[in-house]
């Protein structure tokens, strides 16, 4: 069964994300090999939660990424 969408938290690490977004791709795989690939609304569903989480992702990686730097270095004027 799909994953409702759930709004982004920052307490949700990208880590976290991955690993729903992995869930996620391994629900198409299997819904594919039991021939529910047919089901266009429930296919359409599951495709938009994979990009909303891929979504999140991304922008959760990148604020860690420079929440590190920031942290390390410094934060960047300019």
Known sequence: MSHPF???SSSVT???IRGQ???LEEERAAALREGL???????????AE???RR?????AA???IATLRA????????
């Open 37 to 47: 690939g047919e089901i266009s609304a429930y296919m359409a569903d599951l495709h």
């Open 6 to 8: 759930t709004p982004w």
């Open 71 to 78: 942290e390390l270095f410094g934060p960047q004027v300019g």
């Open 14 to 16: 990208a880590l976290d």
């Open 55 to 59: 979504e999140h992702y991304i922008g």
């Open 50 to 52: 994979i990009e909303h």
């Open 21 to 23: 977004l992995v869930q």
């Open 62 to 64: 990148v604020t860690e």
